[in-house]
């Protein structure tokens, strides 16, 4: 079965330093997998997504993950947080081979202190 | 309970019949999410419903939709005359309301096929 892991349910970061989001997956041979954000207020965003193409993957807002098939990651980075980054972040996982259900990690908050 | 519920799990109806979808929060969340996930694609916003507070409908299709919420508790979500295009899983969340501290969870979803 597919499974996501997000290892941090919360991470806090000061305004302008780096972000780090992890994010492990366990699916088939060729997953697809996403990052969803999810402002306070607001519906869930598709940030990035990854489907076998490159494995460095570039998305909205200066965000970028890179597949790493030998570690089954999908992290998460942005080089200088912005206080408008706080919100909860979903690394998802697809796979043909489970009829391409969305399966969600568990979230992880993002704070940023200004 | 302890999680989101939703119910049926599965429903699969024929195309101009109208479906009913349930979604229990987390006791005490005030603010409910629902979602669509048609097959190969991305999760898709529907609707929002904060506390008392008119809700955010922007993401319905089309006016064959609609969903309620009493208060804080159960919402449905009403799909009239389906169309096969509307075969989907369809997810609900909830979360204790705005704020940054915020903490979403979903529903296991309803996965609806219109035949």
């Known amino acids: 079965a597919q499974s996501v892991t997000q290892l941090d349910s919360h991470v806090s970061v000061s305004e302008g330093t780096p972000v780090l989001l992890r994010c492990n997956y366990s699916?088939?041979?060729?997953?697809?997998l996403f990052w969803y954000v999810q402002h306070p207020n607001k519906g869930l965003q598709l940030l990035l997504k990854y489907t076998s193409a490159a494995t460095l993957v570039k998305g909205i807002n200066g965000f970028e993950a890179e597949f790493k098939k030998s570690e089954t990651s999908f992290h998460l980075t942005k080089p200088s947080a912005h206080m408008s980054d706080a919100a909860e972040y979903f690394c998802?996982?697809?796979?043909?081979?489970?009829?391409?259900?969305?399966?969600f990690g568990a979230g992880t908050i993002l704070r940023v202190k200004s | 309970g302890a999680g989101v519920s939703q119910s049926p799990s599965n429903k699969v109806t024929e195309k101009g019949k109208d479906v009913e979808l349930r979604c229990d929060p987390i006791?005490?969340?005030?603010?409910l999410y629902w979602y669509r996930q048609r097959l190969g694609q991305g999760l898709e916003f529907l609707i929002y419903f904060q506390g008392n507070s008119a809700p955010d409908k922007s993401g319905l299709p089309s006016d064959r939709f609609s969903a309620e919420r009493t208060g804080e508790s159960v919402s449905t979500l009403t799909i009239q005359r389906t169309q096969q295009e509307d075969s989907a899983v369809y997810l609900c969340?909830?979360?204790?309301?705005?704020?940054?501290?915020?903490?979403?969870?979903f529903g296991s979803g309803t996965q609806l096929s219109v035949l």
């Open positions: 699916s088939s041979y060729s997953p697809s």
């Open positions: 998802v996982v697809s796979d043909k081979e489970y009829g391409n259900k969305l399966v």
């Open positions: 006791s005490g969340h005030t603010a």
């Open positions: 969340a909830s979360s204790r309301g705005p704020g940054q501290d915020e903490k979403l969870f």
